[in-house]
T-cell receptor
């Protein structure tokens, strides 16, 4: 089955810093999503991005499907960005999640 | 906005009990999913359904069953709960080939 690897596993930033999170996947996919899991366990959908680039405020994402990776950019980080960021991919119905990047933003 | 509602935020049950976790979505989505999340293992798919009365096993279906009698509702059943089923359970729904939307999760403890 498809393998999904996320890096780095852990990241600590000072408020205001920028960061890049990476998601590599082992096979071609039709669907790719980025999620943020907040400290209360809620999974928030950030981007549905099987290819191309999207931006939403301080966050943007790029997926290069032919090279099997996706990047999530966080600019001017805030303490509320803390949590775990997951990448999930699928060929058809079944999504495979990476193990996440745990981000802590310090005030 | 899509709303996916899970019946309980926290639940405590005893080993051997039959446990029902309910999930309801309000956006007429074809697909519904049940995951469990454990530290260090990420989210793992238990079962999914792509239509009423249709279901497919995910990666870890053992010890679980599901029911989808109506399009908006997808139930996860632990036939005889065991302590290794203590976990966070997350339900999601989506249109075909589109964004998954998650409920708030149920933290289930089996004593």
């Amino acid at each position: 089955g498809i393998q999904v690897e996320q890096s780095p596993p852990d990241l600590i930033l000072q408020e205001g810093a920028n960061s890049t999170l990476r998601c590599n996947f082992s096979d071609s996919v039709n669907n790719l999503q980025w999620f943020h899991q907040n400290p209360w366990g809620q999974l928030i959908n950030l981007f549905y991005i099987p290819s191309g680039t999207k931006q939403n405020g301080r966050l943007s994402a790029t997926t290069v499907a032919t090279e099997r990776y996706s990047l999530l950019y966080i600019s001017s980080s805030q303490t509320t960005d803390s949590g775990v960021y997951f990448c999930a991919v699928s060929g058809t119905y079944k999504y495979i999640f990476g193990t996440g990047t745990r981000l802590k933003v310090l005030a | 906005d899509v709303k996916v509602t899970q019946s309980s935020r926290y639940l405590v049950k005893r080993t051997g009990e039959k446990v029902f976790l309910e999930c309801v979505q309000d956006m007429d989505h074809e697909n519904m999913f049940w995951y469990r999340q454990d530290p260090g293992l990420g989210l793992r798919l238990i079962y999914f359904s792509y239509d009423v009365k249709m279901k497919e096993k995910g990666d870890i279906p053992e010890g679980y069953s599901v029911s989808r009698e109506k399009k908006e509702r997808f139930s996860l059943i632990l036939e005889s709960a065991s302590t290794n089923q203590t976990s966070m359970y997350l339900c999601a729904s989506s249109l075909v080939g589109s964004t998954q939307h998650f409920g708030d999760g149920t933290r289930l403890s089996i004593l």
